[in-house]
């Protein structure tokens, strides 16, 4: 812990408000998302708590029914829009940060063996690679989604909505990981460690996980640091779109939907709160993944 607190890492870190701001407002919103059954004011997703006669009520104005004020004002389902924010801001930040784990994996472990292995593997899963990237990544998960909800059941597809979120999300994005993870091993195999591991026996695999990849991790969590925000984005663009999480377990992509349609009727909060959230979430883990960028670039040191 010493060696970390003086390290040029942590300087770097110390140095920079916009650094030291950004991870506020992050750990901040995780922190709402974690704990919103204990700071939300109603489980605005149970029907028995909701009243419909709350329905489109102000910010901070009393109810002209039940002389109720809500902080964010209401929905058309009388639904309190803090409390919709905090359990939607839970879908997204689950759905984002799984994906990016999941793409993470499957770049990691194909960069790694194109890298190392060579040959036709590394040509099939470059040009595999190549051919994907030719798309946006948004269409790639949007063909994922339907491919994958086309294939489950009826009965399951609401239950099955958010992990094949997950699925169309990190398959969409294994890419940026599996390039910069090739790139990386080529540099790493060709190393002294690497062929005095081979010496001694070291079976390929071993030699993969035990030596080359700890050396391939800093420009790793730079990418999944930046990668979070745009599996965010992603995941409020597709339920935005009306084919991501369901209405029963809705993110801030389906608050934003929900909410664009009563916006020219005059209730401009039901949209205004949950986009500003998003915003602010996409915009701290972004800052917060440039300056992590710069910080490990030997080169701005």
């Not at 140095?15 to 605005?44: D, G, M, Y």
């Not at 939607?88 to 799984?98: A, K, Q, W």
């Not at 009563?262 to 915003?279: D, K, Q, V």
């Not at 979430?281 to 300056?291: C, E, F, R, S």
Request: proline share 5%; hydrophobic share 55%.
């Amino acid at each position: 812990m010493t060696r970390f607190f003086d390290s040029d890492v942590f300087y770097a870190f110390r140095t920079s408000p916009v650094a030291i701001c950004s991870l506020v407002v992050t750990v901040l919103l995780v922190l709402s998302a974690v704990f919103a059954p204990l700071i939300a004011t109603t489980n605005p997703f149970d029907p028995a708590s909701l009243n419909l006669m709350n329905g489109f009520t102000p910010p901070m104005e009393p109810n002209a029914f039940t002389g109720e004020r809500f902080w964010l004002g209401t929905d058309d389902q009388g639904r309190d829009v803090y409390s919709t924010i905090l359990y939607g801001l839970r879908i997204s930040l689950f759905v984002g940060i799984s994906a990016v784990l999941l793409a993470m994996v499957i770049g990691i472990f194909l960069g790694l063996l194109s890298g190392y292995v060579g040959g036709w593997t590394e040509t099939i899963i470059m040009r595999a690679a190549d051919v994907q990237l030719t798309f946006p990544s948004i269409l790639v998960a949007m063909l994922i989604f339907g491919v994958a909800k086309g294939v489950t059941p009826v009965e399951y597809r609401d239950q099955m909505a958010i992990w094949v979120l997950i699925l169309a999300i990190g398959l969409s994005d294994w890419v940026q990981f599996a390039r910069v993870v090739r790139g990386a091993t080529l540099v790493e195999k060709s190393k002294d460690y690497v062929a005095a591991a081979r010496l001694i026996g070291r079976s390929p695999l071993a030699i993969m996980i035990r030596h080359i990849l700890p050396n391939v991790l800093s420009p790793v969590l730079v990418i999944a640091t930046i990668s979070l925000a745009l599996a965010i984005i992603a995941e409020a663009t597709l339920s935005f779109l009306g084919v991501g999480a369901p209405a029963t377990q809705p993110s801030l992509g389906t608050l934003i939907r929900i909410g664009q349609g009563f916006l020219f009727s005059g209730e401009w909060w039901i949209l205004a709160f949950p986009a500003c959230t998003l915003l602010v979430l996409a915009l701290a883990v972004n800052l917060l993944g440039d300056w992590l960028r710069d910080a490990l670039n030997p080169r701005l040191r």
